[in-house]
């Protein structure tokens, strides 16, 4: 749900799941960091737009994306390149825009730098998912300036177990024949607490309902006389898929093994993971034009990507130093991510390599005279780029340098936080032909959260922030003197051109929240504006490379407004009724609409529980996209019904069983999400049902 919250508020909602990232004093006080809390230690409040996700809503919730595990969240989407690729969409912003991580420091993948590419995240091992809305960039940097999802999980501790903790799941989801199982155990021995966990995935062909390209997207007259006139040299034949989309099966395997040594007023822990995960990409993405699609005999002109990640992890924290000290935190991240797109499965056309380093140091200091903050630094080394004979972004070293302070201070009904935050972000491409960027930013935010009365709460929060472009954003096809020399991007079927003189991007953000609390109705509205200059998007310019398109960063201003709503009305004991929706509107100084902004939503679930078991159904719509931006293809609206229900058997002193079942697109709705660059080949799954059991002990 969303509002604004009260830390806490946050610790008691996560205290509700059955582990979490924290840290424990002799004394047993526990202290979870959050987004929302990693500044805020000590009993405060924020007027950020914040989502937390536990527990059985988390565990009801999870897919095998994140964005498909957030999307029915208010203001939240996702962006689909098939079902092995689901990127969270914040307000309309995605890609560079959103930053990920994974228990507060970046995930040092490639998923923001093109639709096609995964996340290095598994929800399914989390225990506990944050949303904040809105410019973060005074915590991680400019690249959190349209939002952030932090992903916890349970690899370094902080507390000792009371006892060992073990966990095993398996589920099936008809969709795509999809199966997976996942495990993890927690132990001590004396002060050492061990962690490991494993997924593994697996899955065919995506289940859809009626042709897998958009009937409007194919002139019929053109395939008639495409397939009539196939044996001419230089033509395809057309085909489409009827049921299901081709070459969309995939397979993963993600492993972690963490220990840590806990002391009365610390830890000190480290954790290595291995990701491998192989998956086909809907062949609409990179055919050879518009109006045609490979056929599904053979490999030819299939495209996969193989994708291989190593992370280490260190963590520390240390509490009570010194009488003016609460807290201090530091992590460090090593991490070698690359990803091979193959063409017909086996051929590599462009590998994408990224090695970074990661470290965070956070002081967070004791309140004085009404006073409570932090301050702290984190620093970023990478080598990023794309290499092979159809490398379009150079290999580049890229420093990021950031010195944060935030502060908060309470009187009365009121409660004000201020922060301010100076970044340096250096490029320094390995190829002397691609120009050497640095940028200076700074961002600063500002809110007061108004305690009217007891039910109304009122929260307004600006923020100024700043963000470096991006190394696709400079360097994309670099040195390209006319489009008919592009390299082509051959996983997205585009030719896609950067600008090295691009300026950073500066926005201006506005959110005015109202919360109410009655005795069993709590509603949220959240209204929002965001000023850019020199936004930077990636705009389907109409030429053509061959029979390809030309997509070519630009920059205009632009400014994005809209509504949020969610109410929770807990109708009796049993039954608990949620309704909630969005609304976003993107323009472009100059260029119309910001392309693949995701429509109008509404939706409602009611919940039932009693004892051991829970049920709920749920109904999300989407209006019709009816401003797609230049050169975009209009979407046309769906409905999406949902049902579920588990079961829980305990078993004495031996944990607990719980069984589920889950159906999802009841009403077989063919979904074609705006926000996709595939929404013309790959809609989302038809109607599918999901089984799984579940032992926790």
């Known amino acids: 749900m969303q509002r604004p919250i009260s830390v806490p508020l946050a610790l008691s909602l996560l205290a509700s799941s059955v582990s979490l990232a924290q840290t424990q ?66 307000r309309g912003q995605q890609g560079r825009r959103v930053m990920n991580l994974t228990n507060s420091i970046a995930n040092g993948d490639a998923s923001g730098n093109s639709a096609d590419h995964a996340q290095t995240v598994e929800p399914l091992l989390a225990t506990a998912i944050e949303v904040l809305r809105g410019p973060a960039t005074l915590l991680y940097g400019g690249g959190a300036i349209g939002g952030v999802v932090n992903v916890i999980d349970r690899r370094i501790s902080g507390v000792l177990p009371a006892e060992p903790e073990f966990a095993v799941e398996t589920r099936f989801d008809s969709a795509a024949d999809l199966k997976t199982t996942v495990g993890s155990f927690d132990f001590a021995t004396g002060n050492l607490v061990w962690h490991l966990d494993g997924v593994k995935r697996a899955w065919n062909d995506l289940d859809i309902p009626g042709m897998a390209i958009d009937p409007a997207f194919i002139d019929a007259d053109e395939v008639a006389h495409r397939n009539a006139h196939d044996d001419q040299e230089g033509q395809e034949t057309i085909s489409n898929t009827d049921g299901y989309v081709a070459n969309t099966g995939g397979d993963t395997t993600n492993a972690t093994g963490g220990v840590s040594w806990v002391l009365d007023k610390g830890h000190v822990g480290f954790a290595y993971s291995v990701l491998d995960n192989q998956y086909g990409l809907p062949p609409g993405a990179h055919d050879h ?160 959260l108004w305690q009217q009365s007891d039910p109304l709460t009122i929260g307004l929060s600006l923020n100024h922030s700043e963000r470096a472009p991006s190394i696709e954003e400079l360097y994309s096809n670099y040195s390209l003197s006319d489009t008919n020399d592009c390299v082509i991007h051959f996983a997205t079927g585009a030719c896609e051109i950067g600008n090295d003189s691009f300026n950073e991007e500066r926005s201006l953000n506005t959110d005015l929240t109202f919360a109410w609390n009655f005795d069993a109705i709590n509603a949220t509205v959240t209204l929002f504006n965001n000023n850019f200059s020199d936004y930077i998007a990636q705009v389907t310019t109409g030429e053509m490379v061959g029979e390809l398109p030309v997509r070519a960063y ?73 401003r797609p931006g230049l050169a975009e293809l209009a979407s046309e609206g769906w409905t999406k019904i949902e049902a579920g229900a588990d079961y829980t058997f305990s078993i004495a002193a031996h944990g607990e069983l719980m069984l589920f079942v889950r159906a999802r697109n009841l009403g077989d709705d063919t979904i074609r999400m705006s926000t996709s660059y595939l929404r013309s080949f790959a809609p989302e799954a038809g109607r599918s049902f999901e089984t799984g059991v579940r032992y926790r002990y």
């Open 25 to 90: 004093t002799g004394t047993g006080e526990e202290i979870y960091e959050l987004i929302t809390t990693a500044l805020h230690t000590k009993s405060a409040e924020t007027a950020l737009p914040v989502t937390i996700m536990t527990g059985e809503e988390l565990h009801k919730a999870v897919r095998a994306t994140l964005g498909d595990t957030l999307a029915a969240q208010p203001g939240i989407s996702s962006a689909s390149f098939g079902p092995a690729v689901g990127q969270v969409v914040i």
């Open 289 to 448: 034009g518009h109006e045609e699609t490979v056929t599904d005999a053979g490999d030819e002109g299939m495209v996969s990507i193989d994708m291989n990640r190593k992370r280490y992890d260190i963590d520390a924290g240390w509490r009570d130093v010194a009488p003016w000290i609460d807290q201090i935190s530091y992590k460090l991240s090593r991490i070698d991510y690359e990803h091979a797109e193959l063409e017909n499965l086996n051929v590599v056309g462009t590998r994408f390599d990224n090695q970074s380093w990661q470290q965070r140091v956070q002081l967070t200091h004791a309140e004085y005279n009404g006073w409570h903050g932090a301050i702290g630094v984190q620093t970023s080394v990478e080598k990023f780029g794309a290499i092979g004979d159809e490398s379009f972004i150079p290999v580049s070293d890229i420093d990021s340098r950031g010195l944060f302070v935030v502060e908060d201070y309470h009187a009365g009904n009121l409660t004000w936080e201020f922060g301010g935050r100076l970044s340096r972000d250096e490029y320094a491409p390995q190829n002397l032909a691609a120009l050497a960027r640095s940028f200076d930013t700074r961002n600063l935010s500002g809110s007061v």
């Open 554 to 626: 630009r920059q205009h201003d632009a400014r994005f407004r809209g509504v949020e709503l969610d109410i929770n009305w807990q109708l009796n004991e049993l039954f608990t009724l949620r309704v909630f929706g969005d609304a976003i509107r993107g323009t472009l100084d100059g260029n119309g609409d910001v392309p693949r902004l995701p429509p109008m939503r509404q939706g409602a679930e009611l919940q039932f529980s009693r004892g051991p078991l829970n049920a709920y159904a749920s109904v999300l719509h989407a209006d019709d996209q009816t």
